[in-house]
């Protein structure tokens, strides 16, 4: 699944109120990000306030509002995950920027090595 289909497939998953089939896509796509650990932390989240209703220890009130906390961190995630996924191009060019910049230093710390401190 492209990731832009996958962003918006999430998306109505928590606007239909699915947030385990939500959390479920994005642990298997997820896999070996760190973002990874957000999913899990909210996944579990979910799990408890789950088992809190069931159990009758938690206010409606209160399953709701830890609910919506679960939504809006899943919401965020995603969008999080689009900024960083906006344009694949500017950020292979931005890596290349960065290489050239170290290449350029270590070329200068050579070129400065008669400046240099050894004690």
């Not at 050239?100 to 240099?116: V, W």
């Amino acid at each position: 699944m492209k990731p832009k289909a996958l962003y918006q497939y999430v998306r109505s998953l928590v606007a239909a109120g699915n947030l385990d089939q939500a959390l479920q896509v994005l642990q298997s796509y997820l896999t070996k990000s760190p973002k990874l650990d957000e999913v899990l932390h909210q996944a579990g989240r979910f799990a408890t306030i789950r088992k809190q209703i069931r159990l009758g220890s938690v206010s409606n009130e209160e399953a709701e509002v830890t609910t919506n906390q679960i939504q809006f961190g899943i919401l965020e995630l995603v969008s999080e995950m689009e900024k960083t996924a906006v344009n694949p191009e500017l950020q292979q060019e931005a890596e290349q920027a960065a290489a050239t910049i170290q290449i350029a230093e270590k070329i200068y710390n050579i070129d400065h090595i008669d400046n240099a401190n050894f004690s």
